[in-house]
């Protein structure tokens, strides 16, 4: 995107000397605020049982400044009515850490309610319309729906042979839309929290075969990556002990056509200072 113009005006003048008070504290009113928005963004996690907004400052090394979670109030169960609870969360964010408008949101969605699959085919050759249209079909069969309730992203990974396809219900996006647009914020990345987490520990990932897990609030996302791709997923709902979920992955392992060896790892993606039982190796999460 090319740099916005300023329609060739001028630089606003300074109030002249002399001029009443009245007039300078109007003058100053009208200069942007934008000083101390300046290196700080917002993240949501919006999960299934609860939401939390993170208030974060400087680039390099952000750090936390502000955070502020809910629970919801029974009867939520969708992502929608559960996107409409975050209006309250921002609202109580900015009451505690000043304004918020013009900031960047990045809006992590909880796995238990995104689609996921990793559809075995190479769509490279495929016009971008005719991919689509293998991906919405794959995941609305999944979530069974109908194709066009699905709103997809998908990314063919290395190799070309795995594409791994993410989606949600087509109603949540204008949601998302109209919350950000309430709180005069710009839209920044939305992901599944998998996703995320999985790219954020991508390097420490590389094994020739691994179980990943992700454990939250309603269950577990598993995954299964094989040199560094993922050939298979699943949400576990309700599971979370880890001996249950070592069961889960290594039935998800012999689904994938995989055999489980003495070089198959086991990641847990945890909280920072979690330790999990043998053989789950702990990676900290950045949420």
Not at 60 to 88: C, F, M
Request: overall charge positive; glycine content about 8%; aromatic content about 4%.
């Amino acid at each position: 995107m090319s740099p916005q113009s300023n329609n060739g005006s001028q630089p606003p003048k300074a109030p002249p000397a002399g001029a009443a008070p009245a007039a300078q504290a109007a003058a100053t009113a009208k200069r942007p605020k934008t000083v101390a928005n300046l290196g700080r963004r917002l993240q949501v996690r919006v999960g299934a049982e609860g939401a939390r907004a993170d208030l974060f400052s400087g680039w390099r090394k952000p750090r936390v400044v502000a955070t502020h979670q809910i629970e919801y109030r029974p009867g939520i169960a969708t992502l929608p009515e559960a996107i409409e609870a975050v209006d309250g969360l921002l609202a109580a964010l900015a009451a505690t850490a000043g304004p918020i408008k013009g900031l960047r949101c990045d809006v992590l969605i909880g796995d238990a309610w995104m689609l996921y699959d990793v559809v075995r085919a190479d769509l490279r050759s495929l016009s971008p319309r005719a991919a689509d249209d293998v991906v919405r079909s794959a995941l609305a069969d999944v979530a069974g729906v109908p194709p066009s309730d699905v709103v997809i992203r998908w990314q063919t990974q290395t190799g070309g042979h795995c594409t791994l396809a993410c989606g949600v219900p087509a109603a949540v996006l204008p949601s998302l839309q109209s919350l950000l647009r309430s709180h005069r914020l710009r839209a920044g990345e939305i992901v599944g929290e998998f996703v995320h987490e999985y790219n954020a520990n991508r390097d420490r990932l590389l094994s020739r075969c691994a179980v990943i897990s992700l454990v939250r609030e309603t269950g577990a996302q598993l995954a299964v990556a094989t040199n560094g791709v993922l050939t298979a997923m699943s949400f576990e709902l309700g599971v979370r002990a880890p001996e249950e979920l070592e069961t889960r992955g290594r039935s998800l392992l012999r689904g994938a056509g995989i055999a489980s060896d003495s070089e198959t790892r086991f990641f847990a993606l945890l909280p920072k200072g979690w330790t999990p039982p043998s053989p789950w190796v702990a990676l900290p999460t950045t949420a």
